[in-house]
């Protein structure tokens, strides 16, 4: 009994006890031998096996001794009667004795196991050591990570428009345009503009959600696109380039310094409040990286998303012809096309910040 008991403990496999899953079954590759040589807590079933079947020789070679032995009779008889009875006890001890230490280990083992499958993490394949397991196949943090990527995990757009970045209102940029890669399609319908989305390089901001923000804004049925009146398609071809597809204007996203340059080109001076423009003799809409990144006090932190789509529907709206407007009365939402980063009160009426040419939509 105590031998069955023990082969029993070994038989168990871990993987395969009822109730406990087989992590990544469809992954593990049985080793050759790995049914005779499972590892369970540190010990090889076949080494405590074949000490055990040394010791059940031991005892047989004792039994099978000389006549008087076999007997029972004469002092020989008795010496072996003797031994093979402690042969007898001392075996079924030690062998209890193993069979209860290797059960408390594969059933630590399950309990590690079970812990680590609740937490998500991967029981090692018998036989595996951890080099092969971290080099042959991703583990599961690797997945649950690229799975999260994929499920959105990361900050949402809404959460990272809504935050302020730090940037110094002299920061003094590279004077490298870069268009941001890809294509945004133009989502609505009635007249297609293109346009291109320039960052400047060096700016420590984030030039992809800055494409993504204005391909949001203006194609947003409160902006420019509305009732179907045009619909914007972002693309990374240069104005008046031979073929391929060539935008309408180049939206920018530049340092102060970059931004005063091209500005000036168009006759307009932004270091006095340090502003966005429309550079209307060039191919740039100028938007001063140093208020999409700290806003204006006119809007406030809390609302900065809201400043950043008044100031691509306000520069664009230039581009499309619009000119600056006052508050039209106390308390009404400020025209897209008043001056918001300077001011909201104009001849005694105060507006509310707005960052929509059509709110209401």
């Known amino acids: 009994m105590p031998r069955r008991e023990y082969v029993e403990a070994f038989d168990d496999d871990v993987y395969g006890s009822p109730g406990v899953p087989v992590p990544h079954a469809d992954e593990a590759e049985p080793e050759p031998g790995a049914g005779a040589r499972r590892r369970t807590g540190g010990l090889r079933a076949d080494e405590p096996d074949?000490?055990?079947?040394?010791?059940?020789?031991?005892?047989?070679?004792?039994?099978?001794?000389?006549?008087?032995?076999?007997?029972?009779?004469?002092?020989?008889?008795?010496?072996?009667?003797?031994?093979?009875?402690?042969?007898?006890?001392?075996?079924?001890?030690?062998?209890?004795?193993?069979?209860?230490?290797?059960?408390?280990?594969?059933?630590?083992?399950?309990?590690?196991?079970?812990?680590?499958?609740?937490?998500?993490?991967?029981?090692?394949?018998?036989?595996?050591?951890?080099?092969?397991?971290?080099?042959?196949?991703?583990?599961?943090?690797?997945?649950?990570?690229?799975?999260?990527?994929?499920?959105?995990?990361?900050?949402?757009?809404?959460?990272?428009?809504?935050?302020?970045?730090?940037?110094?209102?002299?920061?003094?940029?590279?004077?490298?345009?870069?268009?941001?890669?890809?294509?945004?399609?133009?989502?609505?319908?009635?007249?297609?503009?293109?346009?291109?989305?320039?960052?400047?390089?060096?700016?420590?901001?984030?030039?992809?959600?800055?494409?993504?923000?204005?391909?949001?804004?203006?194609?947003?049925?409160?902006?420019?696109?509305?009732?179907?009146?045009?619909?914007?398609?972002?693309?990374?071809?240069?104005?008046?380039?031979s073929g391929g597809v060539a935008p309408a204007f180049v939206i920018t996203l530049a340092s102060p310094s970059t931004t005063a340059k091209w500005c000036a080109r168009s006759g307009l001076d932004t270091t006095v409040d340090n502003v966005s423009c429309d550079s209307a003799s060039t191919e740039r809409v100028m938007i001063n990286a140093y208020r999409w990144a700290r806003g204006a006090d006119t809007f406030g932190p809390d609302r900065i998303r809201e400043y950043r789509e008044m100031l691509i529907n306000h520069e664009v709206g230039h581009r499309l012809g619009k000119g600056h407007v006052n508050c039209p009365k106390e308390g009404a939402l400020a025209p897209v096309m008043m001056q918001q980063t300077k001011y909201l009160t104009v001849g005694g009426a105060t507006c509310r910040p707005n960052a929509w040419p059509f709110p209401d939509a």
Do not use: C, I
């Open 50 to 241: 074949g000490e055990e079947g040394r010791d059940g020789q031991a005892g047989r070679n004792g039994e099978g001794g000389g006549g008087g032995g076999r007997d029972g009779r004469g002092a020989q008889g008795a010496r072996g009667g003797r031994g093979r009875a402690f042969t007898g006890v001392a075996a079924a001890a030690v062998t209890t004795v193993l069979a209860v230490v290797v059960a408390g280990q594969v059933a630590d083992g399950r309990s590690g196991m079970d812990r680590q499958l609740r937490a998500g993490g991967d029981a090692p394949r018998a036989g595996a050591s951890d080099a092969s397991r971290s080099e042959a196949r991703p583990t599961p943090s690797d997945g649950a990570d690229e799975g999260k990527a994929r499920s959105g995990t990361r900050a949402s757009y809404g959460e990272r428009m809504g935050r302020l970045f730090d940037l110094a209102p002299d920061f003094e940029g590279s004077g490298r345009l870069t268009a941001v890669a890809g294509r945004d399609e133009a989502p609505g319908k009635g007249e297609v503009v293109r346009y291109r989305v320039d960052v400047e390089d060096g700016l420590p901001l984030d030039g992809e959600l800055f494409a993504e923000a204005v391909h949001r804004t203006l194609n947003d049925e409160r902006s420019w696109s509305h009732g179907g009146a045009r619909t914007f398609e972002r693309v990374s071809g240069k104005p008046g380039e």
